[in-house]
């Protein structure tokens, strides 16, 4: 009896022993190579943009990662808890520019209805970074891709695929102008879109989870004053660097009468076309796709837009219109189109966002945890067993 109240004691006091070191590095946290410090007298912080070699930019709060690509506009993003997304890792690329008209009414975009089209990585691209520090504090990090011409030697490589067949119409928009600016804002941030007559759409942009971006297309060559523009994102939910068993995500919609399910393997792609038009939610401008774990069924991460663009026309006068989205599995990602009704001579701004559910972060444990994790164990082995020795 008395061994056993020895054993229970000296368990007792292992654990008494190493937890209080066990919740000071958690609190900590993992850091990431090029994590600045904490914010004085703040609860979240933000890293300054670090750039690679090879054009490469990464930024990060305690929440999410982001990696933009050099030389196209696409975004890997990631929980920063889950150092270098090894077991879950998002992204979203801008792939396409299209014209289209409209032929059966629903302001979508189908393929069957496309006049021209181009993929985004055959042209240039510059990726500037920059960041706004507040009393010292930085309270907001900022991507800025800018289109250039033509880009020499062909697309990248790795540049992701639009939902498209052929070349496309290259040198139809070369001249277009597109400017995607993205804010990562350390707190909550509200907003508004508004045109000459008022507030017309409101919108909420989480702190640290959030990269919200402003896209400004602008001397756009519509062949008819019938057709509109869009923007194809391709969404790809799986591509950790770990084992993707382990998380294997799907995409999931939030409309008005559906929440339809899918993943990249899907293909509902046809030769004439096979967008299904997104349905919009009530009492809300925000729309948004899910990336959805697989074996838990919570939100991990989302691609969103708000419903309503501004068009500036020229003189400077302002218009609010509607944004209507379709998608489409393609076999290689999930192909959402942004589809923007008729503005020539003028510009149009709108809103989408990527980003992560704080909630749903994976537990993960760094190298000094799981070596304090370890110590422990063998300390509670080793008192047992001398115990047991002394019986």
Not at 295 to 301: K, L, Q, R
Request: charge should be negative; proline fraction near 5%; hydrophobic fraction near 40%.
């Amino acid at each position: 009896m008395k061994n056993r109240t020895k054993i229970s004691f000296g368990i007792f006091l292992a654990i008494f022993l190493i937890a209080p070191s066990f919740i000071a590095v958690s609190a900590q946290g993992p850091m990431n190579p090029g994590q600045g410090p904490m914010d004085p007298g703040q609860g979240h912080h933000m890293s300054d943009p670090h750039r690679g070699d090879n054009g490469t930019v990464w930024i990060n709060t305690e929440i999410i990662t982001i990696m933009a690509n050099g030389e196209s506009p696409m975004f890997h993003f990631w929980y920063t808890s889950d150092e270098d997304g090894t077991a879950m890792r998002f992204s979203a690329s801008y792939v396409m520019i299209s014209e289209f008209e409209d032929l059966n009414g629903d302001d979508a975009y189908q393929f069957d209805e496309v006049l021209n089209f181009a993929p985004l990585s055959a042209y240039e691209w510059t990726l500037q970074t920059g960041s706004v520090v507040e009393d010292g504090i930085t309270t907001e990090l900022w991507l800025k891709y800018t289109k250039g011409g033509v880009r020499s030697g062909g697309m990248p490589a790795d540049a992701p695929l639009p939902a498209s067949t052929g070349t496309g119409s290259i040198a139809h928009f070369e001249d277009v102008t597109i400017q995607i600016w993205a804010h990562l804002y350390l707190e909550d941030y509200e907003g508004n879109v508004t045109d000459d007559h008022g507030v017309q759409a409101e919108y909420m942009v989480a702190g640290s989870s959030e990269l919200k971006m402003d896209i400004e297309i602008g001397n756009f060559p519509f062949t008819s004053e019938n057709s509109s523009a869009s923007i194809q994102t391709m969404l790809m939910e799986n591509v950790a660097t770990g084992d993707m068993a382990q998380n294997h995500n799907r995409f999931q919609t939030r409309e008005m009468t559906r929440n339809a399910t899918c993943d990249s393997s899907m293909n509902w792609t046809t030769p004439g076309g096979n967008e299904t038009m997104f349905e919009r939610m009530n009492h809300t401008n925000t729309q948004q796709i899910d990336f959805v774990d697989g074996t838990t069924a919570e939100t991990t991460g989302f691609f969103s837009w708000l419903d309503k663009a501004t068009i500036t026309w020229p003189g400077g006068e302002t218009e609010t219109v509607n944004v209507t989205g379709s998608y489409a599995p393609t076999g290689m990602g999930l192909a959402v189109n942004l589809a923007y009704p008729y503005f020539d001579a003028g510009s149009i701004l709108h809103d989408p966002s990527i980003g992560l559910a704080e909630a749903s972060a994976p537990v993960t444990f760094s190298v000094d945890q799981t070596i304090l994790i370890g110590v422990g164990i063998v300390a509670v082995l080793a008192i047992v067993v001398i115990g047991l020795k002394r019986r």
